[in-house]
């Protein structure tokens, strides 16, 4: 462990340790405009090499449906077409690749009211979107 002057303290030490506050001119909206400027720029950097209008809709036919299941079931198994408009659509659950927990996802989300694929544009670990399919 380090203190704040940088000396290693033993663990077997006891020391007293006090709480610091930051402080900041910012404020939660400055916080929260920048978020939403970060978030606006990627996803115009992914909207230009993917463009993704309905997370999931992978047959791109405007809704998600048991027949983007099919699709997914068929890439991930059969060795079907890829995803459309890019492979990272596929990734529902946006954990960087398309496999069977992605279908599973999306049959949950289809069938049983389960969470709504994820928003692979705002997914700092899905750069296959930004980079192209």
């Known amino acids: 462990m380090v203190n704040a002057h940088n000396a290693t303290l033993d663990p077997a030490t006891t020391t007293d340790w006090g709480f610091g506050v930051a402080v900041s001119n910012l404020s939660v909206a400055d916080l929260e405009a920048t978020i939403a400027a970060i978030r606006a720029v990627a996803n115009v950097e992914c909207q230009i090499d993917c463009a993704i209008e309905v997370d999931g809709d992978v047959n791109i036919n405007g809704s998600v449906t048991s027949s983007d ?8 198994f059969k060795g079907g077409n890829d995803p459309d408009p890019c492979t990272a ?3 529902v ?7 069977s927990s992605d279908i599973i996802y999306e049959v949950n989300y289809v069938f049983k009211s389960g969470p709504a694929p994820c928003d692979i ?6 750069m296959e979107c930004v980079l192209g399919p």
């Open 69 to 76: 299941v099919i699709v997914l079931v068929n890439y991930v």
């Open 93 to 99: 659950n946006c954990n960087g690749t398309v496999t």
């Open 121 to 126: 544009c705002y997914d700092v670990n899905a």
């Open 89 to 91: 659509n596929g990734d």
